[in-house]
């Protein structure tokens, strides 16, 4: 759903934040990524406080205080996590991670949108 390299800055400066919410950046908040894939655009002026809820929670469980932002263009890290290290400040977005962020995304439509369907997986 977010990116193929699955990495996040775990937390940044406020200012520097403030820069890369604001886009043209290729940070994307990760809201912003479920509300693109799984949303889809003729749903996400309407629904798509729903990726930004799955998010809520998402960070609630987690403790984290700004919305992970995904790096969209390039892997950060050297796919460190790949090799059972973990670089410091990023983080992986994990199969259960997805998993968890795509259910609550699911469900969440079924409220907002009943008639929407999941993208196809491929």
Known sequence: MASAHHCYRDYWQPAAYAQHVKGHTPWVPLSDLGTMYLI????????????????????AERGLTQEPLIQSRATVGSGAAYQGKAPKPFSYLSDGDFAMLTMAVIDGMATCAPDWQPPAEG
């Open 40 to 59: 889809g655009p003729e749903y996400a002026e309407q629904c798509g406080y729903v990726a930004d809820d799955a998010v809520t929670a998402f960070m």
